[in-house]
T-cell receptor, first 114, second 112 residues
């Protein structure tokens, strides 16, 4: 049973470009969470999605950031017009459909904005 | 919203000694408290969790205690080994299908 998958693992973008981060949850999981980890800091919640629905986006910056989890395919976190402050590790986590508390994390995407 | 404080930020122990990390939370509605271990450049790994209906849980060398009245919970690692060296994060959430609010992390160094 494969774990949570994320790609790419490393992403370098110039200021002003777009970054697309992908997350495939564990098999049988339909809840996806995105977290951001700045260097030497803890994880901060960004957004929680179920298939085709955004459930909680209270941690998402108001501009440039968006997320989706389509009926088919991975969840995508999109950052438009990246700035140096977006450089961080972005982790997604997944949990099962039936109300389980546990969240299992993917390996993360390390975004560097030059 | 929920706020989770974690102490200490760094902890250095001799191999074989115990390590204790403490967290406090602010939202009395929180009822799920996981602990994650993160090695350098790796994903956070769930190592143990506790729910509000129990006060203590143990798994081999690690144990977690919860005091709902005081709104704090702790991680205890006994007989520490060099491979326990990592950053440990506590977290809290209200229920299944809710976001985790993390503490700031504790960098644990186990000296051989």
């Amino acid at each position: 049973n494969a774990g949570v998958m994320q790609n790419p693992r490393h992403l370098v973008r110039r200021r002003g470009q777009e970054a697309r981060l992908r997350c495939s949850p564990m098999k049988g999981h339909s809840h996806v969470y995105w977290y951001r980890q700045l260097p030497e800091e803890g994880l901060k919640f960004m957004v929680y999605l179920q298939k085709e629905n955004i459930i909680d986006e209270s941690g998402m910056p108001k501009e440039r950031f968006s997320a989706e989890f389509p009926k088919e395919g991975p969840s995508i976190l999109r950052i438009q017009q990246v700035v140096r402050g977006d450089s961080a590790a972005y982790f997604c986590a997944s949990s099962p459909e039936t109300g389980a508390d546990e969240q299992y994390f993917g390996p993360g995407t390390r975004l560097t904005v030059t | 919203g929920e706020n989770v404080e974690q102490h200490p930020s760094t902890l250095s122990v001799q191999e074989g000694d115990s390590a204790v990390i403490k967290c406090t939370y602010s939202d009395s509605a929180s009822n799920y408290f996981p602990w994650y271990k993160q090695e350098l450049g790796k994903r956070p790994q769930l190592i143990i969790d506790i729910r509000s209906n129990v006060g203590e849980k143990k798994d081999q060398r690690i144990a977690v205690t919860l005091n709902k009245t005081a709104k704090h919970f702790s991680l205890h690692i006994t007989e520490t080994q060099p491979e326990d060296s990592a950053v440990y994060f506590c977290a809290a959430s209200k229920a299944a299908g809710n976001k985790l609010t993390f503490g700031g992390g504790t960098r644990v160094l186990v000296k051989p």
